[in-house]
């Protein structure tokens, strides 16, 4: 396919500026359409400014939560039975947030721009008439500036993520209720939030102003907080949320929320009326893909509006590439930037591996963090994959004592047979790190014993990584004696 030169991304987000990168290594002629800025909602108002803010809240929590424990004093007259001993400036961590992110967003426009790549900021649309000939087709681009521009293009990818999903009678104000893209608004710290939705995103801002020092209730329609993971994992986060006093409030859907005076009243559908003086909603997320041309230019969607896309990323329209959130295929910012990259090699004829989403690493950033790889308890349980389990709990983790840590575990998933390990989770501060070493083993085919060989530190909490496969590597041998 030498013949493709012009490439067209509408979104520069991680899906599409890490499209960008590689086209433009290969060759290409490329342009980046982004009504917001490089990075995208990744970089500017989801992933990056909600990490920012929980570093601080991790900060908070390490604190409140060891420093007795751990000998440290705190000065005279400070510390009343109780009370927390250190506080937070909202609007302070809130400019840090913003900082950072448009810091990111311009390093991000620099290495784009370095590459040899166009942007244009403004609204991107495939132009009515589908494709020409020669297989290009139309995009327009109505430009922040004004006016429009028309671009054609022999590949066309559309990144153009999502954005939070509004109920009809909760629709956030920007002062008291509130989506995930408004809080860094806030100077001051909310004095009693609920957070609406028990999913990554209601779990990780509840526990974070939890942490931060607002009273937290989590209102969740489901039996547990994070339906999605795994059930251990959750659990140990649900308790150490109820132990740090927050209000879980399981099995309740909010059906309205509105604002009176300086409160919020969250009505729930069994007509219980939680109040409180800010509130988060956090019920999932839409695709933008409305008025793009897409459906006319033949992209099939799914029902709830996500573009269909195989494992190289192409839609049903030829020439026509989609990746990241859009899809709805794994909502990760590393997944949204290797289905980029993989459209670009399929386009532009380089070599590609289809995604392959049992080695995809994630991670919830609470604290506990529960970090997660490959297949997963219900896969076990529903015959997907045949395999036996360990967990160790990290109280028996001498680096984990030391430190105070007493929630938390490893939990480690390999084939009967081969030992082969399929998958695992993590739960533990810094879970995120700790994962990597089975992401490997995972990504390369390792048995338990080779994982059990490597050397870990002593003591390290990595180290009952090992332990977890030197104990699955015995219960294997034992069933086979057996
Ligand atoms: C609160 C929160 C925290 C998260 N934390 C993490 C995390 O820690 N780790 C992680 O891996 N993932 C995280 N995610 C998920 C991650 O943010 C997404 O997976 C990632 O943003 C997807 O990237 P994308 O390129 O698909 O789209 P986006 O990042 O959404 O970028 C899309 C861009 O396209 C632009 N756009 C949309 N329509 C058009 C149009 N027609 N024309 C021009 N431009 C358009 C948008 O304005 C935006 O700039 C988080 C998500 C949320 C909500």
Redesign the pocket.
């Known amino acids: 396919m030498a013949y493709v030169t012009r490439i067209v991304i ?7 500026y890490e499209a960008a990168l590689v086209a433009a290594d290969l060759g290409a002629e490329v342009t980046v ?5 490089l ?9 990056v400014p ?2 920012t803010l929980i570093a601080t809240a991790e900060v908070m929590t390490s604190f409140d939560s060891s420093y007795e424990e751990l000998g440290i004093k705190v000065a005279e007259g400070v510390s009343a039975a109780g009370a927390r001993v250190v506080g937070v400036d909202l609007g302070k961590v809130n400019r840090r947030v913003k900082r950072l992110a448009v810091a990111q967003s311009h390093d991000i426009t620099q290495s784009v721009t370095r590459a040899g790549v166009t942007l244009l900021r ?4 495939l132009a009515p008439g589908g494709q020409d000939v020669d297989g290009s087709r139309g995009v327009v681009v109505d430009l922040a500036e004004g006016g429009t521009q028309e671009l054609r293009a022999d590949v066309v990818l559309i ?4 954005r ?1 999903r509004e109920l009809p009678d909760a629709v956030p104000d920007g002062e008291r209720i509130l989506n ?1 893209t408004q809080v860094y608004d806030l100077d001051e710290l909310p004095e009693e939030l609920v957070v609406v939705g028990s999913g ?2 209601g779990a ?2 509840a526990g974070a102003y939890q942490a931060l020092g607002s009273r937290v209730t989590l209102v969740s329609s489901r039996d547990r907080v994070l339906p999605g993971e795994d059930p251990d994992a959750a659990t140990v986060l649900e308790d150490v949320f109820r132990r740090r006093g927050m209000n879980v409030m399981s099995r309740s859907r909010a059906e309205s929320v509105r604002r009176v005076g300086d409160k919020v009243e969250v009505t729930l559908s069994d007509g219980r009326v939680i109040t409180g003086s800010h509130c988060l909603m956090a019920v999932g ?1 839409i695709p ?1 893909t409305g ?2 041309g897409l459906e006319e230019a033949g992209v099939r969607l799914t029902e709830g509006g996500q573009v269909k896309v195989d494992r190289v990323s192409r839609t049903s329209a030829p020439g026509v590439y989609a ?4 899809t709805g295929v794994f ?7 290797m289905q ?1 990259r993989i459209a670009m090699y399929h386009a532009l004829g380089d070599a590609v591996q289809p995604l392959n989403l049992k080695t995809v690493a ?2 919830v ?1 609470t604290d506990p963090e529960i970090a997660t790889v490959g297949y997963s308890a219900a896969d076990v349980e529903c015959g997907k994959m045949d395999a036996v389990c360990v967990k160790l709990p990290l109280r028996g983790n001498p680096r984990a004592k030391m430190q105070g840590i007493r929630d938390g575990f490893v939990k480690l998933f390999c084939r009967p047979g081969t030992g082969i390990v399929v998958g695992g989770v993590v739960v533990a501060p810094r879970a995120s790190e700790l994962i990597h070493p089975i992401s490997l083993a995972v990504d390369n085919n390792l048995t338990v014993e080779q994982v059990a060989g490597a050397f870990t530190v002593y003591p390290s909490v990595s180290g009952s990584v090992a332990e977890a496969a030197r104990q699955l590597h015995i219960r294997k041998r034992a069933s086979a004696d057996a």
Do not use: Y
């Not at 509408?10 to 599409?16: D, E, N, S, T």
């Not at 359409?33 to 800025?37: A, E, I, S």
């Not at 990746?323 to 859009?326: E, F, L, M, P, W």
């Open positions: 509408i979104g520069g987000g991680p899906g599409g359409v982004d009504r917001d800025g990075g995208g909602a990744a970089v500017l108002t989801d992933c909600s990490k403004g609204f991107g649309r990144a153009t993520g999502t939070p995930w990554v995103t990780e801002f997320s933008n008025g793009m990746a990241g959130d859009v909502m990760l910012a590393s997944v949204a930037a980029g994630s991670n950033f």
